[in-house]
């Protein structure tokens, strides 16, 4: 059974900084992608960072380039999230994905809130 598991979500200020984290049991033999999204209420779910086990390239959504930064552990498919200078708009539930050719497995999101 493959776990997704995120942490490190809570309440910031504005101009704050947490750090996720995404703990994955899931293989590493093949291919895979680890991704970040966040939904927020009433919002549909939205893809904030991702980063391919090919060779590492991680890719982000213009509305986090330069304020969040997507890291990997040194061992498993296991990832990070640093976020900084966070605004109001990023206050959501933030879900880690993991998915290789043939499955993904979703954790079940930490809530990030950042509010005066």
């Known amino acids: 059974q493959v776990q997704v598991v995120e942490s490190g979500g809570g309440l910031v200020q504005p101009g704050g900084s947490l750090r996720l984290s995404c703990i994955s049991s899931?293989?590493?033999?093949?291919?895979?992608?680890m991704s970040w999204y966040r939904q927020a209420p009433g919002k549909e779910r939205e893809l904030v960072a991702s980063?391919?086990?090919?060779?590492?390239?991680?890719t982000y959504a213009d509305s986090v380039k330069g304020r969040f930064t997507m890291s990997r552990a040194n061992a498993g498919a296991s990832v990070y999230l640093q976020m900084n200078e966070l605004k109001l708009e990023d206050t959501a539930i933030y879900y880690c994905?993991?998915?290789?050719?043939?499955?993904?497995?979703w954790g079940q999101g930490t809530q990030v809130t950042v509010s005066s």
């Open positions: 994905l993991y998915s290789d050719y043939a499955s993904h497995y």
């Open positions: 980063m391919r086990s090919l060779d590492w390239r991680t």
């Open positions: 899931a293989p590493t033999f093949v291919s895979y992608y």
